[in-house]
């Protein structure tokens, strides 16, 4: 099976900040890379698919890069809104997420 | 506007069974996938199974394969999910989600959006 690492598992930050969060699979995954945010109590929403296309809907704040094994979703500016968990799914073979990774108000 | 929702969880003993419910509307539901994921109490997302549009085509993550069982009618719009022999280890919030793909296979771009609100699934004596 594919391992999918999220690096750091959390974070805290401040309103304003740039933030970058990383995964990177165990083995090649071409471009079958997606991110989800997840807000306590609530469903992950997509975000990001196909490792850099930006769903609809969601701010341009939000960007996702990255091909093979690693990627990276990337916050410009963070927002109040934005304190959540967020993870990386891989469709490659069959389907995995990553640990996740916490983003907290500094 | 695509709906999803989820009913069937509760409190279940050790070996028993459980079916769950996902109710589709807003969109057509016999042209796409279908998937469950799960998450554990404080942890993170774990994929289930899926299925794929005409239903003939499942997948399961091997933590439940042989116990769980992925089904769809599509006269009522509505995904399932049969569990057996439930162990407290598969307790969770369980989730359905709508796939991007009609059929579900690897090296493939795939997505899940949206995701319904979630069942409650506890293994408990």
């Known amino acids: 099976d594919i391992q999918m690492t999220q690096s750091p598992s959390s974070l805290s930050a401040s309103v304003g900040d740039r933030v970058t969060i990383t995964c990177r699979a165990s083995?090649?995954?071409?471009?079958?890379l997606n991110w989800y945010q997840q807000k306590s109590g609530k469903a992950p929403k997509l975000l990001i698919y196909?490792?850099?296309s930006l769903q609809s809907g969601v701010p341009s704040r939000f960007s996702g890069s990255g091909s093979g094994t690693d990627f990276t979703l990337t916050i410009s500016s963070l927002q109040p809104e934005d304190f959540a968990t967020y993870y990386c799914?891989?469709?490659?073979?069959?389907?995995?997420f990553g640990g996740g990774t916490k983003v907290e108000i500094k | 506007e695509v709906q999803l929702l989820e009913s069937g969880g509760g409190l279940v003993q050790p070996g028993g069974s459980l079916r769950l419910s996902c109710a589709a509307s807003?969109?057509?539901?016999?042209?796409?996938?279908m998937s469950w994921v799960r998450q554990a109490p404080g942890k993170g997302l774990e994929w289930v199974s899926s299925?794929?549009?005409?239903?003939?085509?499942?997948y399961y993550a091997d933590s439940v394969k042989g116990r769980f069982t992925i089904s769809r009618d599509s006269s009522k719009d509505t995904l399932y999910l049969q569990m057996n022999s439930l162990r407290a280890e598969d307790t969770a919030v369980y989730y359905c989600?709508?796939?991007?793909?009609?059929?579900?296979?690897?090296?493939?771009?795939?997505?899940?959006?949206?995701w319904g609100q979630g069942t409650l699934v506890t293994v408990s004596s």
């Open positions: 807003g969109f057509t539901f016999s042209n796409y996938a």
């Open positions: 799914q891989q469709t490659y073979s069959p389907v995995g």
């Open positions: 299925i794929g549009a005409g239903g003939d085509s499942t």
């Open positions: 989600a709508k796939d991007y793909r009609s059929v579900p296979a690897a090296h493939q771009y795939n997505w899940f959006d949206p």
């Open positions: 083995q090649s995954i071409s471009s079958y």
């Open positions: 196909g490792a850099s």
